[in-house]
């Protein structure tokens, strides 16, 4: 497999995408992209991962996720 650092295109995303999201248990009930992103906006925003990190990344503080062993 090749490595390139490519910018894709739309279809070529969204083709990759539906691939990976076939190998992913909760990723097949996903099957729009534009329903992922409405469910996204109904979840509190303190409760979304991806706020947390632009907030920390504003102040500079370095976020840590306790993992399983």
Known sequence: MELRNKKLTHDEFMTERHQVLQT???GKEVEK???GVKYQHT???QKRFSQAL???DRE???L???RAA
Request: charged share 30%.
């Open 60 to 62: 500079g503080r370095t």
């Open 43 to 45: 979840i509190p925003e």
């Open 24 to 26: 992913w248990h909760t």
């Open 64 to 66: 840590s996720q306790p």
């Open 33 to 35: 992209f534009e329903e």
């Open 54 to 56: 632009l907030k920390a």
